[in-house]
């Protein structure tokens, strides 16, 4: 099946600022799994599994490999499946065998941790896979495809689960880390909007900015774009981060 690659009429410098429009197949690849929100968002699982009062090293090995393959391989190829975003040559048939596969991956590694976990940590797979797929193919009438539902998915719902699967239930502390994933995933849906509409939409910008001292500053599509991919990419390096930081003090106590 030949890919419909979207044509991006406002992609200049390419549809993300890791995506540079290249259409080579390593350059593709590396667009799809969208590395800084990726690291982001498996941050989330690392913080999760070591906000508890003891850590299994390898139950937090096996949360990251999960949602790596739920949520960096699968949900990212439907994503671009649905509506070619990102504007890349991979095949509908590629996307389609990654997400299955990686899905697939996900799920078989979440129903051994039903066997080791309990039925309840059942619920938890059921709910990433509901969301790897309502939330990428847009469901429901997209109902659960909005700023809310991607704080709650990509935000709370990794430090939940991975938090569950280390203590087998979830304390005061988990659910609050939860809530302030999600509140950084809601600003970070703030930042990223904008910054997808001005790259893959907007074909220029026209407009001036007069300062108190008569200094005038010219708005044009870099001038909007710079600030928001800047705080991005901050955003994604402290979250990390964290992350690294909490592995760290758990090797050091």
Known sequence: MEPKRKDLVGAKDGPAYYADGKHTLWRDIRAVLH???????????????LIGPTVNWSYLGATVLAFF???GVAAHSLDELKGRPL??????HILIMASVIGLAGAVTIGIIGVYKLGPFFALF?????????????????????????FALAWGAFPVLAAAFAQERSLRAPAIALALGAA??????????NPARLIRRQVVSVEGRIV???????????SALLAPLEKALRFMSWATIAFAITLILFRLTI
């Open 125 to 149: 797979v059921i709910i990433g896979t509901v969301l790897v797929v309502a939330y990428n193919l847009e469901l429901f009438g997209g109902r659960i495809h909005t700023d809310l539902g």
């Open 211 to 221: 300062l108190a001292d008569g200094i005038v500053q010219i708005l044009d599509r």
């Open 183 to 192: 509140l950084l995933s809601a600003a970070q849906r703030s930042l990223s």
């Open 35 to 49: 590395p800084p929100y990726t690291a982001w968002h498996l941050s989330y699982v690392v913080m999760g599994s």
């Open 69 to 71: 393959l739920a949520v």
């Open 87 to 92: 504007g890349t040559s991979l095949s509908s």
